[in-house]
Nanobody, 119 residues
């Protein structure tokens, strides 16, 4: 069993910044990829940013240049620094991680953290 706990969401004005964190704990031998997804009301969940264990990253086109994903492997933690936030960034943001523990591979999701961009 692995738990992902997100934090850092909240209400921010357009142009503002937030930093999301996600800590993984439990039966973890290694974590391969970690990622942030988001889901706005009435829309499908979409991949915002991902990062591999080696540090390779990928981003949704609409957040490139504004969001930065990073991870601390020693702490099993992934971050999402969000700058120049726009109204359309409003969504529930979910952490996702893929890894191995106790001889089996796993994929887990966090419970989600609300990000609201509003004036």
């Amino acid at each position: 069993q692995v738990q992902l706990v997100e934090s850092g969401g909240g209400l921010v004005q357009p142009g503002g910044s937030l930093r999301l964190s996600c800590v993984a704990s439990g039966r973890i031998d290694s974590i391969n990829a970690m990622a942030w997804y988001r889901q706005a009301p009435g829309k499908q969940r979409e991949l915002v940013a991902g990062i591999t264990s080696g540090g390779s990253t990928n981003y949704l086109d609409s957040v490139k240049g504004r969001f930065t994903i990073s991870r601390d492997n020693a702490k099993n933690t992934v971050y999402l620094q969000m700058n120049s936030l726009k109204l359309e960034d409003t969504a529930v943001y979910y952490c996702n991680a893929e890894g191995y523990g106790a001889g089996v591979s796993w994929v887990y999701w966090g419970q989600g953290t609300q990000v609201t961009v509003s004036s």
